[in-house]
């Protein structure tokens, strides 16, 4: 904490100095709009900025902090929450950060807070190569708009002091998408022994007492509603907005299923979730994706199954604190266009995630690792992840094929419903039931 | 009965080792029925585990322990017909006068109402009969003791065994439990086995007093004897108010209140001053021989003031042949 | 709150002074009076600050209202209206109050029999204290890891189904053992146990050896020693014992869940979920609720046995 204050002392002296200095170039600079390039003194200075940077564990990795000061000289923080823990900070502690790396549906609790500034889309320089889902919701033109909280929907905001979501592109987004997923139901094959095919397989009771489901209430809960939608039990206006008849009648049926023994355990770390599945004290269950390779690097044999009904899908972005200005700002800014410049995308779809802007991280992929998890080819090599472990022999091909396969069967996203407080009550009480 | 009566408590060889030390010493004890025995000894001389052998509270290490006529050597403490008081009273601190003094009963399986109707009679006697749901804390020392005794005398037992009963008491109360101890020693009309470290309560209390040094009997006699006749010089000693001193026969004793000061007689030794000690009624006098041995004068205060002994002033210290007592080497 | 029953010595100083009744006396008495505050000052300030003012806050916040990201004042009641009509509070405090009674009646019994044994039929002070401190070895790590290391001990295919298996005794994994509310009074007694043993052995340390020898003397049995002294006279630090381990089970929140695999709740973990969704005038209403019980619970204990004097 100490430190902390320290470091914000030194920063704001030196921008104090630095703005009596060169007040005229520094409103130049920042009139113009340009971002490509500093002038010298931007440069040096900024090598004396330090953004403190927090969120899930997923892409809060040190590796894009080593590049961060290799790339762009400044200091990058980062700190790795539960994303329970990252909702209640982006909300209550708005001077405990400088960068969010929140999830959409997180983005659309906190918003309202007033804790995020709103970002200006003309200095992002790959915006244009941004995929549809994060702009107008369609991947492809010809695309159906999922259900739940799609990153296009609490994306933008009017304008640079924004507090409601607009429904088109403004100019002005309030995260930058940066990493997603399609989450799907992990199995054991071995233990198992027969395909799987549909999220009902969730509460098959063949499963019974092997079975798991992620206690995080807006995550698991739309888990249950693919499964009730998929048993043709409750018939959704929107799952990602449910109400309160729908969240009843689906608490209902998983109640029911919890009180008959379906479920092993609920977990609520990623971790847990990996041990669950090693152990073989659960053969199917909610899983996230590197979760499978966690399981699968142990040499257990683990599959993110692609179901019929498709997937549950989430994506994160980046947010900006309201608390950021002047040179730092500047370097926000100057790291988001870092982001999606190639790098950090490369980074993460070699650990199986999605990038932002998937054209530049290929740059940074060689091309059997472009065909194997972009564009669902069979792996003509091993397959390592950044940090060198072998996800896949040669010979294999991705869960689920290509990202527009993938990505293109999203069902619905991770979501804050408008009866929320309801919802999180009902789930409430169907762990304690 | 008169035989079983002369021979109530018997001691025989009676022994009690811990590892290789004998704590006590193959003892022969004999008391008879309803007398005031008192064990006196320094600590660690062996008179608590002899008590607590008789009480069943220690094994008995060899020799026996007979209790009217029965051999209890071996039997659990309610089997013996003893009864024991402990130094801190032991009294249970959650239950009250009633249930402590109950307590015996109500272990043995007796009714409620029973039991305090007994300790009903046993109250009246000791006067605690207001105080029946006081708990242990809310009394007076005395009244605790008290308490204690009735606790132990409920079973009807043939003999009381006390441990150092008085020693928790200030010195104004012992003197006055005391008195109550031997007037009630006198009205049950059983033996007292009562183990105490203090001259004074031996005396005082005692019908037999059995000095005990190092896990033996020194001596076992009246109070009167005790003090007029000790066997040998510990006990002359331990018991106090005597002067040792060496004859051609060897040790004799001579009680401090038969020697005098500045008057020459049978013998006369010359000594000098050295210490006075005024009591009120009596005064104490220190003085020293040439040989440097101590010796102790103790005269009415009439005879002190009738003289000017001063410390430091040369004197002589004279007796009377038949005030020397010869003591066994 | 007066502080001179905090500074008796004071107090005697005051009582003395009064009774000479000099004018003299009086300044004195007075600045005895107000040292007596100064001296009780650091006291006051420390629970007024880490015990009153958090109490009241959470008070006051209970009646608040809230949103996804905020919560502001308000003076509503729908923050206690749902805890008392939801039928999962009923549940809930239903299923914390048998963890409850199930942990403290082994921790009760696992408690008194240690401090029995250390107590009664270790002699040696040396040897006391020897076992006494193995027994707080398992407490020197956190009890996190003490509670997880359960985990694959208990799995279905953890150690004590392979030997079980190996041995013959079942034929197939017992699902029981792990993740149910077996596991979890498992693991609280596990980690709770000493906070029994700790005081009750404390108190047994205290009883007077002559009272058994007394109580032995008037004909008790070992038994009859058992249940008529030592275990009336072990009440108060089975009290204390008792109250350590009902409100921190009463209060835990992680046991319930690593142990139950999440499928427990406990009204801990309501609290715990409340908070993590942002729902905090919720939360600190089910969190004046609780307190309100756990007070209560510890109240009746106590009107009892008088702990006072081991303390």
Redesign the interface.
Known sequence: MKKTENSNTEKSLSRRSFLKGTAASAGAVLGSGVVTGFPTVWAQNIKNVTLRQFGTGVSNLNEVAAKVKEDLGFTLEMTALDSDSVTQRAATQPKSFDIADIEYWICKKVWGSGNLQAMDTSKIKNYDKIVGTFKSGKLTPESVIAQGTAPHTVGFTEGANGTTFADNETGWMTLIPTIYNADTLGIRPDLIGRPIESWTELLNPEFKGKASILDISSIGIMDAAMVCEAMGEVTYGDKGNMTKEEIDKTMAIFTEAKKAGQFRAFWKSFDESVNLMASGEVVIQSMWSPAITAVRSKGIPCVYQPLKEGYRSWGGGLGLSANLSGLELEAAYEYINWYLDGWVGGFLMRQGYYSAVPETSKNYMSEDEWGFWFEGKEAKGDITNPFGDVMEKAGAVRDGGSFYDRMGAVACWNAVMDENKYMVRKWNEFIAA | MSMARSKHLELIKTTKLYGDVKAVDAIDLTIDEGKYVCILGPSGCGKSSLLRMVAGHEVTSSGDIILANKNITDFPPTKRGTAMMFQNYALFPHLTVQDNIAFPLKMSGMEKAARYKQVDILLERVQLKSLHDRKPDQLSGGQQQRVALARAMITNPQILLLDEPLSALDPFLRTKIRAELKQLQRDLGISFLHVTHSQDEALALSDLVVVMNEGRIEQAATAKDVFNAPANEFVARFIGGHNIIETDNGKAAIRVDRVHLGRKSYASLPVSIQEIEFLGARVCIKVIDENGREFSVDMTDEMFFAHSFEIGASSFLSWEKEDVHQLAA | MDPEQFCSGFRYKRDRTSIMKTGKSEVVAKAAQKLSWFLVLPLVLILAFFLILPLVTIGIVSFWDY????FFPAFIFDNYH?VFT???TL??YL?TLKFTVLTWFFCVTIGFTVAYFLAFHVRSLKWQIALFLLCTIPFWTSNIIRMISW??FL????IANSILLEMGIIEAPL?WL??SDFAVVLAFVHLYALFMVVPIFNTMMRI?K??I?????????GF?ILT??II??T?PGIMIGSIFVITLVMGDFITV?FM??????SVG??IS???????YPAAAANAVVLLSVVIFMVAIMLRFVDIRKEL
């Open positions: 949103n996804e990201w905020n749902y939801s039928h999962v549940a809930t299923k985990i694959p799995g279905r295919n953890g699902e792990l993740f007077d002559s009272l020898e007394a109580a032995h003397d008037a004909g008790a049995s009859q008529n002294i009336p006279l009440k869940r139950s695999g999440g499928q427990s709740a973990r309501i979920n409340e908070i993590a969704l942002l729902q």
